[in-house]
Nanobody
Framework: QVQLVESGGGLVQPGESLRLSCVAS????????MRWYRQAPGNERELVAT???????NYADSVKGRFTVSRDNAKSTLYLQMNSLKPEDTAVYSC?????????WGQGTQVTVSS
């Protein structure tokens, strides 16, 4: 019954911005550490950003200073603000949570950065 639904992806040029959203259900969202992952074609899934239930954030070195993860507990929604996008950011982005000792991911949203 855990459900994570991402949205907000699209095609942008290098240097532009996107904001991704992830609406969660089936979990106690306000108590749950949340994560953003990405997976490019032919690559393994990569952890991009995390945010604790209290709002403490961590980022992969590759996105630090460009991406910002946030959450709105009242809306059970996770966000990823992506600025200064680069072609190497192209991937399917999914949100994730560990709930009852299992990892869950959404279906993902495609982000393509190309000139």
């Amino acid at each position: 019954q855990v459900q994570l639904v991402e949205s907000g992806g699209g095609l942008v040029q290098p240097g532009e911005s996107l904001r991704l959203s992830c609406v969660a259900s089936g979990i106690l969202f306000r108590f749950s550490p949340m994560r953003w992952y990405r997976q490019a074609p032919g690559n393994e899934r990569e952890l991009v950003a995390t945010i604790s239930s209290g709002g403490i954030t961590n980022y992969a070195d590759s996105v630090k200073g460009r991406f910002t993860v946030s959450r709105d507990n009242a809306k059970s929604t996770l966000y990823l603000q992506m600025n200064s996008l680069k072609p190497e950011d192209t991937a399917v982005y999914s949100c994730g949570v560990e709930y009852r000792a299992r990892n869950y991911w959404g279906q993902g949203t495609q982000v393509t950065v190309s000139s």
